[in-house]
């Protein structure tokens, strides 16, 4: 569903947001899209357990616990940071992984880094007998596919595309799909250079960028401006943005249709890719450190 924000612009620019965030309750968004032929082929292949990585407040973690128990797997999440397997009753979001019945496992950040070797993947074989092997943020060739299916024929008139970007699984299936007179936009949520040489990976079409400006120092990281923004887009749209990937986004589209980025009369999607599990987490980090909180969190 595509949903107009209130806010108007000048310069006859008109602004939509695509609402993935509202597919499913809690595997929302994009992880929806790329978990959809990652299950299919795990049963295919008759495996019993997926397996996957990810940090301590990972969308994707929470997405592949609560997939995996609705489809009959076990689940096993890998995560990073040895200190967190602490911290697990104060984690909204391990919690919520736990409950659903995954398994987690916390390893050091040394390890972690090791996640996409053979004899690692080949250890966690001898660990946990035979799996799906999902990788982190569930970035793979079935994960674009199932992005491909994001846009719609009802989204031919549009100019532009934004998305935010984590792995560039997303917005590489977003190109694929896109209409040569389309252009697609992403807004990495980290610092790096090496998310073009990813997507690239993945994509033929030329029609797209990558924005850098609007990481606010990089992933995870935020500050008062970043959760003020939040809260008012709320106010005006009442469309609720998480703090890592779509706040970023969405202010760093604003931001350049006031820096006069786009054209007039050009007509923008926004795709909201989920996250809203993530923001009690983060209100949790924003308190102790006397922040003020995302209050969009119903
Ligand atoms: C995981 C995630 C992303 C990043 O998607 P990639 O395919 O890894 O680039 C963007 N937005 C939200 C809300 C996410 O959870």
């Not at 310069?11 to 299950?39: A, C, M, T, W």
Request: aromatic share 10%; hydrophobic share 40%.
């Amino acid at each position: 569903m595509n949903q107009k924000l209130t806010t108007s612009f000048s310069n006859g620019i008109s602004v939509q947001i695509k609402r993935e965030d509202l597919i499913h309750p809690f595997v929302s968004g994009n992880k929806f899209r790329k978990l959809k032929y990652n299950l299919l082929q795990a049963k295919a292949d008759n495996q019993q357990t997926l397996l996957t990585f990810g940090g301590a407040f990972s969308n994707h973690i929470a997405a592949v616990a609560f997939a995996g128990k609705e489809r009959g797997f076990k689940t096993i999440g890998i995560i990073r940071g040895e200190e967190v397997a602490h911290k697990v009753s104060d984690n909204p979001t391990l919690l919520f992984a736990q409950n659903c019945g995954m398994q987690l496992e916390f390893i050091s950040r040394e390890e972690y880094r090791l996640k996409s070797e053979v004899s690692f993947i080949d250890n966690l074989k001898q660990k946990f007998g035979n799996f799906y092997l999902i990788p982190e943020g569930g970035t793979n060739a079935l994960a674009i596919k199932g992005c491909e299916e994001i846009i719609t024929p009802e989204d031919t008139d549009f100019d532009y595309i934004c998305c935010s970007i984590g792995t560039g699984g997303t917005i590489s299936g977003l190109i694929n799909s896109a209409l040569p007179h389309q252009k697609v936009l992403g807004f990495p949520a980290l610092k790096g250079d090496f998310l073009k040489e990813e997507i690239l990976n993945f994509v033929q079409n030329e029609n797209w960028e990558l924005l850098t400006d609007y990481h606010f120092g990089g992933y995870g990281k935020i500050n008062a401006e970043l959760v003020l923004f939040i809260n008012q887009f709320y106010a005006e749209n009442q469309i609720p943005l998480d703090p890592i990937y779509t706040g970023k986004m969405v202010y760093g589209v604003i931001d350049l249709i006031h820096k006069n980025y786009f054209p007039a009369e050009s007509k923008i999607l926004m795709i909201h890719t989920g996250g809203i599990q993530g923001i009690q987490g983060m209100n949790m980090k924003l308190k102790n450190k006397q922040l003020p909180t995302i209050d969009t969190y119903v």
